[in-house]
């Protein structure tokens, strides 16, 4: 195999760009001893809730952590059933089943990968406590019609936003239509920390005080020897903390390069009639976490990228009722069909901020010589 000419991500690219910034905000959590939760992580808290325009920000471990403490919070448990998209990773259904509840997958559509209110509407039972959207790859899901079956059926929505950091959609961000958003700081996503992070947002004020106590062992957020339940221990540390408050002023420029790096993709592939560019949902502001197409002999193409020194990715190889882990339901290719389908004909492409066009057209190139040549 050839050396990586392009790579699926670039973070040492970033990290030599604001160097001398993170270092020193690295220097300085060291220097005060602020190793778990202490100033660093409270002015991250506020730094973050600020930008989004939230009320709450509740620090966490982890974006699986964020989306299980939500549905704690929630009051998930045993004997409830949760909606999430059959598309997705796996956070977003195995986080149903350590809260005791029965995962409900519902298919997608089919050019915007986020689940389909129509198929939301079909699994709602009289056991149904929540619904999770996830905003998959930058994409808003279909909030409107989503948020308009919710409110029909008294059901709150828990919006993962790991992969769509300050995505709008009809002039309103994403993470700000349900009762509660989680987001993962995992290093590769949009606002990505040195480590593990993630974090909760609601703009309501009650479940805040939950979500936190919960994170926190159950413990008062006014004194922590006070536990009024059990809860678990997710936080996110000092270091992660400081690194992302350097990080999150450029999070919107970053998201503008990504967007113009997609469109610049769409333009070299448009005359490639093998080969389908992301659509972008009606009124909405998608962050492109990631970039992903629809081909023909989408192995054979990875394959040959690859010998061209191009890293490509499957989000993801194989959709979340078709895992070994969820053969207990029982599902099958008809059960969803877009899902199903999805998983053989997607390829994610390069994508990050500091990508550059040369590097774009090379590997737009490799891909007309694919289907030139094979
Ligand atoms: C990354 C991701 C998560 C989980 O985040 P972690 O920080 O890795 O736990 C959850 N949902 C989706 C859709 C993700 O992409």
Redesign the pocket.
Known sequence: MSPVIVPFVDLQEQYERIRADIDTAISSVMHDGAFIRGKYVTAFENDFAHAYGARNCISVA??????FVCLKSLGVGNGDEVITPAH??I??SEVITQAGAKVVFADVERDYYTTDPLRIAEKISHRTKAIIV?H?FGQPANMNAIGAIAHENGLPILE?C??SHFAEVDGRRVGLYGTAA?F???PS?NLGAYG???AIITQNDAFAKKAAAYARHGADTDNKHDHKIEGMNSRMDGIQAAVLSVKLPYVHQWNALRRLHAAFYNELLDSVEEVETPMERAGAFHVY?IYQIRCRRRDSLRRFLAEKGIATAVHYPVALPFLTAYEYLGHKAHDFPVAYKSQSEILSLPMYPELAGNQQRFVVDAIKEFYRTG
Do not use: E, I, P
Request: charged share 15%; aromatic share 12%.
């Open positions: 982890n974006g699986t952590d964020a989306l997705s990773w956070s977003s996830v998959l993962d790991a992969q989680a993962s700081f995992y996503k593990d992070a993630g976490h």
